[in-house]
């Protein structure tokens, strides 16, 4: 499951994913759970990002 979760083309379908999410989520959901929803679909979308950058010098196998 991990070789899988940190394949590229899996993170960057989460990193694009998840940063459209966060950016639509509090136009479409009202109050806090929209705040929300987009503070934790960021996160995830960060997260993701980051892996793409750090991994970006190394050679796939």
Known sequence: MKTLLSSRPVLWFLF???LAVAAVAPF????SQGV???VGMGVVSLG???SLVR???KKVA
């Open 36 to 38: 929300m929803t987009a």
């Open 55 to 57: 991994d970006r010098g």
């Open 28 to 31: 479409v959901v009202d109050g």
């Open 48 to 50: 993701a990002g980051v």
């Open 16 to 18: 694009l994913f998840n």
